[in-house]
């Protein structure tokens, strides 16, 4: 099947600093990705809809600015916490849809996020 | 808005049973239906796709059903082991919308 890689799988920082994860479709191109967000023993909550060549579609509630996402290539989409607060600690895990087959949902391994 | 709802939200089970997991979603509109199962910190894994025109996929001892007049769901698992301990996520999505998900059902099969 299709797969989504996502980096890093762990990072350690900072408050106040910035984090970017990456998320690849690896072996079919993707023009729209999501970005969710899991908190611990609860389901994915979906933070934006990623869109290649155009800006992102954020959630209610979602500050665009504290999670700034790119989609700058059909198999690339990046997400970046700017100035990072312990709150933001979460995993983070992106998906694409591989449209130009089976519209089946493919998801990357996750990035565990932790602000010190 | 869809809705969707998995029941139980728990089950633990001896190994070699044979389970089901239930979800539920209120808008019958949908394109396609996802099964996933998520380990403890991962991502998540498809297991099993149906499309709106599909009544049943089935891979290995995983099958999925679609009911989608009554928004409804099953996966069942057949000779549960414990490597199938897991949370299993069903999802659906209505084309132009982005999945809605359930909360999940953890499983826990004991050997």
């Known amino acids: 099947g299709a797969v989504v890689s996502q980096h890093p799988s762990w990072v350690i920082c900072k408050s106040g600093t910035s984090v970017k994860i990456e998320c690849r479709s690896l072996?079919?191109?993707?023009?729209?990705m999501f970005w969710y967000r899991q908190f611990p023993k609860q389901s994915l909550m979906l933070m934006a809809t990623?869109?290649?060549?155009?800006?992102?579609?954020?959630e209610q509630g979602v500050e665009k600015d504290k999670f700034l996402i790119n989609h700058a290539s059909l198999t690339l989409s990046t997400l970046t916490v700017t100035s990072a607060h312990p709150e933001d600690s979460s995993f983070y895990i992106c998906?694409?849809?591989?449209?130009?087959?089976?519209?089946?949902?493919?998801f990357g391994e996750g990035s565990r996020l932790t602000v010190l | 808005k869809q809705e969707v709802t998995q029941i139980p939200a728990a089950l633990s089970v001896p190994e070699g049973e044979n389970l089901v997991l239930n979800c539920s979603f209120t808008?019958?509109?949908?394109?396609?239906l996802q099964w996933f199962r998520q380990d403890p910190g991962k991502g998540l894994t498809s297991l099993l796709l149906?499309?709106?025109?599909?009544r049943e996929q089935t891979s290995g001892r995983l099958n999925a059903s679609l009911d989608k007049s009554s928004g409804r769901s099953t996966l069942y698992i057949a000779a549960s082991q414990p490597g199938d301990s897991a949370t299993y996520l069903c999802?659906?999505?209505?084309?132009?919308?982005?999945?809605?998900f359930g909360k999940g059902t953890r499983l826990s099969v004991i050997a």
């Open positions: 998906s694409a849809i591989d449209f130009l087959f089976s519209g089946e949902l493919f």
């Open positions: 808008d019958s509109a949908i394109y396609n």
């Open positions: 149906i499309q709106s025109s599909q």
């Open positions: 990623s869109n290649e060549g155009s800006k992102a579609t954020y």
């Open positions: 072996d079919f191109q993707a023009t729209t």
């Open positions: 999802a659906v999505n209505s084309g132009n919308t982005p999945l809605v």
